[in-house]
């Protein structure tokens, strides 16, 4: 079956400070791969997604690749805010099922 | 234009009871879903409709039910609670049954079961 794993958390940054956070998955066929970010009290929005192998998505100075051969999908910024502290969820969808399978998620807090 | 809405926010019951929690999806949206976030599991698929059928299902039991109206609302209904079944229930929309279709989440309704 599906799964994702994520980097285990909680990371706490610095402001200006690099973010990495870790994705893999297992899946059949050939998956689409999404980050999703969660604030506090609020449900998830999208943040990127990529649908094939090299291909990357960026969205608000954040950046992921679709990497086949290491079946990764690991999230970056290069300079953090205060305001990116959430919780982030790493997830896949594969075939036509709607369905997407989450990882276990990473809160990131980023101090002033 | 509004978001997912849905409601009530809060719910609280006991164990044996049944709850009804609603989503109104974004005007326009056909697809609507269903996901389960508990801290031990986290997110959890567990049903989605389109078109009023439901297309895809979860491995929950079937306590867990849901339903879509013609105007695209959705329900979901659980019979007998659980201990277990306490979690922040969420819904997402989408205006079509694409797999990779962005889904648009609400802020979801948190059941405690006590």
């Known amino acids: 079956g599906n799964s994702v794993t994520q980097m285990e958390g909680p990371v706490t940054l610095s402001e200006e400070a690099f973010l990495t956070i870790n994705c893999t998955y297992t899946a059949t066929g050939y998956p689409s791969l999404f980050w999703y970010v969660q604030y506090p009290g609020e449900g998830l929005q999208l943040l990127l997604k990529?649908?094939?192998?090299?291909d990357k998505g960026s969205n608000k100075g954040f950046e992921a690749t679709y990497r086949k051969e290491t079946t990764s999908f690991h999230l970056e910024k290069g300079s953090v805010q205060v305001s990116d502290s959430a919780v982030y969820f790493c997830a896949l969808s594969s075939g036509s099922a709607r369905q997407l399978t989450f990882g276990s998620g990473t809160q990131l807090t980023v101090l002033p | 234009k509004a978001g997912v809405t849905q409601t009530p926010r809060y719910l609280i019951k006991t164990r044996g009871q049944q709850v009804t929690l609603s989503c109104s999806p974004i005007s326009g949206h056909r697809s609507v879903s269903w996901y389960q976030q508990t801290p031990g599991q986290g997110l959890q698929f567990l049903f989605e409709y389109f078109s009023e059928t439901q297309r895809n299902k979860g491995n929950f039991p079937g306590r867990f039910s849901g339903r879509q109206f013609s105007n695209s609302r959705s329900e979901m209904n659980v019979s007998t609670l659980e201990l277990g079944d306490s979690a922040l229930y969420l819904c997402a929309s989408s205006s079509t049954d694409r797999p990779n279709e962005k889904l648009f989440f609400g802020s979801g309704t948190q059941l405690s079961v006590l």
């Open positions: 990529a649908t094939k192998a090299d």
